[in-house]
């Protein structure tokens, strides 16, 4: 495959399935992400934190962050949802994530 043809292909995929799970960031591409556009709904409390980036990937699809954990222990996440998500719905994932990692 190609680049266009690995790219269309991971578009459709996310159409599909409303979205891409979580991953893990390091927090350079987190500030990055923050910085680059405004954020939109961003939520933030003590140990967790929460944005949308304001430029679409696909349809209604958007690049989503999110920090859980406070200082050195904090860990970074990135994952594409739908606009109407809420931050309440998003942490809920990333939460589920941090349990799947934590079991490899």
């Known amino acids: 495959m190609n680049d266009y043809t690995d790219t269309m292909a991971r578009y459709e995929a996310m159409r599909e399935n409303r979205g891409e799970d979580p991953h893990e960031i390091d927090e350079e591409r987190f500030f990055y ?5 405004p954020p939109a709904n ?6 967790f934190e929460c ?3 304001i430029e679409c ?5 958007y690049t989503w962050a999110a920090r859980m954990g406070k200082g050195e ?11 109407s998500s809420t931050p309440a719905e998003l942490m809920a994932k990333v939460i589920t994530a941090e349990r799947v990692e934590g079991e490899k």
């Open 33 to 37: 992400l923050l910085e680059v556009l």
């Open 42 to 47: 961003w939520s933030r409390g003590d140990f």
């Open 51 to 53: 944005f949308r980036v």
């Open 57 to 61: 990937q696909t349809a209604d699809l």
């Open 73 to 83: 222990a904090a860990r970074f996440w990135e994952m594409v949802a739908p606009r």
